[in-house]
């Protein structure tokens, strides 16, 4: 099982970016899908989240208004849409599958099974 996850680059502030991380080996239609970030120095914390449906999304009060988290079930792919970026958003971004079906809001690290490799995110002021 894999999540590849994409779309890193090094970005301004203001500026918006899309990451992806698509998953193989298996289907994650059933599971709950999250986003994760650490900084240099910094444990990894909690982004967004949607649920196994896709109609549940939840989000840090860091991102909450500037991030949006969407899944494609057909493509097997989640996405998290980042707008308004900050120099504080600076961090290397993973994606994660819920360690149990049929869930939403699953926030915390230790309840996610799969990870991606992550993919860096970097914003300059």
């Known amino acids: 099982v894999q999540l590849q996850a994409s779309g890193g680059v090094l970005l301004q502030a203001g500026d918006s970016l899309t990451l992806s991380c698509a998953a193989s080996?298996?289907?994650?239609?059933?599971?709950?899908m999250g986003w994760f970030r650490q900084a240099p120095g910094k444990e990894r914390e909690f982004v967004a989240t949607?649920?196994?449906?896709?109609?549940?999304?939840f989000y840090s009060d860091s991102v909450k208004g500037r991030f949006t988290i969407s899944r494609d079930k057909v493509k097997n792919t989640v996405y998290l849409q980042m707008d308004s970026l900050k120099p504080e958003d600076t961090a290397v971004y993973y994606c994660?599958?819920?360690?149990?079906?049929?869930?939403?809001?699953?926030?915390?690290?230790?309840?996610?099974?799969?990870w991606g490799q992550g993919t860096q995110v970097t914003v300059s002021s």
């Open positions: 994660a599958a819920d360690r149990h079906p049929y869930r939403n809001k699953v926030t915390s690290a230790d309840e996610y099974a799969y």
């Open positions: 080996g298996r289907g994650f239609a059933n599971y709950g």
């Open positions: 949607i649920g196994w449906i896709g109609l549940i999304d």
